[in-house]
C-alpha cells in the first residue's frame, strides 16, 4: 500500500471527511484529495500530527507494506490496546471552552479523553464537577483512584468516600478509615464493622474503643457490653457520649444516636 491508500484508510476507518481533516491539518481539502492520490505528499510536521491524531506510527505510513503486514499491524494494534480517540469538539463555546470535547486532551463542559477536565470529566485521568477516571478528581468522582466530596471506586479518598480501601470523613468499605467509618475493618472516632477500632464509639462483631459493643467481644475503657444492646444499655451510651464526645463531633455523635 502507499502513503496515499493508508492514509484514505485510516481517514474512512476514523469516520473523517477530506474537509474534516483538511480542517484538522490546517490544510485545503484539495491537498488531501492529491496526498491520498499519491501526486503530492504531506510535510514532515503534518505526518507526524497525522500519526498522532489516528495513533499509527510513521513507519507504517512511510515504509511499503503488502496487505499481510497490515493484518499482522492491526492484530498488535488488538494485542496492545490501543486506544483511538476521535478528535472532535463542539463548534459552540461558552466562557471560552467547547461545549463538548472529545480527544487525547480533552477541555469543554463535557470532556472525554485520556487527560479529561470539564464540568463533567471521563478519561483515565478526569477532572471535573463530575469526574469518571483510573485517576478522577471532582465534587463527584468515580474511578479507581479517586479524590473528591463524595468519592466512590477501589481507592477512595474524599469527604464521603466508599470504596475497597476509603479515607474520608465519613468512609464506608472493606478496609475504612475516617471520623465515622463502616466496613469490615473499620477505623475511626466512631466505628462500625466487623472488627470495628474507634475512639469513641465502636460497634462490631469485634469492638473496641472507649465505648465499645461487640457481638464476640468487647474491649471498653468508658462501657462494654458483649451480645445485643438493651434499651437501657442503649439510653446509658446516649448518655455517655454526650459527656465524653468534644462538642466539635456533636454532628457524628447525633448519627451514632440516631441508630442505637
Not at 8 to 19: A, G, M, P
Not at 229 to 238: P, Q
Given at each position: 500500500m502507499t502513503l496515499g491508500d493508508k492514509l484514505?484508510?485510516?481517514?474512512?476507518?476514523?469516520?473523517?471527511?477530506?474537509?474534516q481533516l483538511a480542517d484538522v491539518l490546517g490544510v485545503s481539502r484539495q491537498a488531501i484529495s492529491k496526498w491520498e492520490n499519491d501526486t503530492t505528499y504531506p510535510e514532515t510536521d503534518k505526518l507526524i500530527r497525522i500519526s498522532e491524531l489516528f495513533d499509527c506510527s510513521l513507519d507504517y505510513l512511510l515504509k511499503d507494506k503488502s496487505e499481510t503486514d497490515d493484518e499482522t499491524q492491526s492484530d498488535d494494534d488488538i494485542i496492545l490496546f490501543k486506544i483511538h480517540l476521535r478528535e472532535r469538539e463542539s463548534e459552540k463555546t461558552l466562557l471560552g471552552m467547547p461545549l463538548w470535547q472529545i480527544g487525547k486532551n480533552a477541555r469543554g463542559f463535557i470532556a472525554v479523553g485520556l487527560n479529561a477536565r470539564g464540568i463533567i470529566a471521563v478519561g483515565l485521568k478526569a477532572r471535573g464537577i463530575?469526574?469518571?477516571?483510573?485517576?478522577?478528581i471532582g465534587v463527584i468522582s468515580f474511578g479507581m483512584l479517586p479524590l473528591g466530596l463524595l468519592s466512590i471506586g477501589i481507592f477512595a479518598l474524599g469527604i464521603l468516600a466508599a470504596g475497597c480501601?476509603?479515607?474520608?470523613?465519613?468512609?464506608?468499605g472493606a478496609i475504612s478509615l475516617g471520623i465515622i467509618s463502616i466496613g469490615a475493618i473499620a477505623i475511626g472516632n466512631f466505628s462500625v464493622g466487623a472488627l470495628s477500632i474507634g475512639k469513641y464509639f465502636a460497634i462490631g462483631d469485634n469492638a473496641r474503643a472507649?465505648?465499645?459493643?461487640?457481638?464476640?467481644?468487647?474491649?471498653?475503657?468508658?462501657?462494654?457490653?458483649?451480645?445485643?444492646?438493651?434499651?437501657?444499655?442503649?439510653?446509658?451510651?446516649?448518655?455517655?457520649?454526650?459527656?465524653?464526645?468534644?462538642?466539635?463531633?456533636s454532628w457524628a455523635k447525633y448519627i451514632i444516636k440516631l441508630f442505637l
Open positions: 484514505s484508510k485510516i481517514r474512512k476507518e476514523n469516520n473523517y471527511t477530506q474537509e463530575i469526574s469518571l477516571g483510573m485517576l478522577s480501601f476509603s479515607i474520608g470523613v465519613v468512609a464506608a472507649m465505648i465499645a459493643s461487640g457481638d464476640t467481644y468487647a474491649s471498653g475503657s468508658v462501657f462494654q457490653k458483649v451480645g445485643e444492646l438493651t434499651t437501657d444499655d442503649c439510653s446509658a451510651i446516649k448518655e455517655l457520649l454526650d459527656n465524653i464526645v468534644p462538642s466539635y463531633f
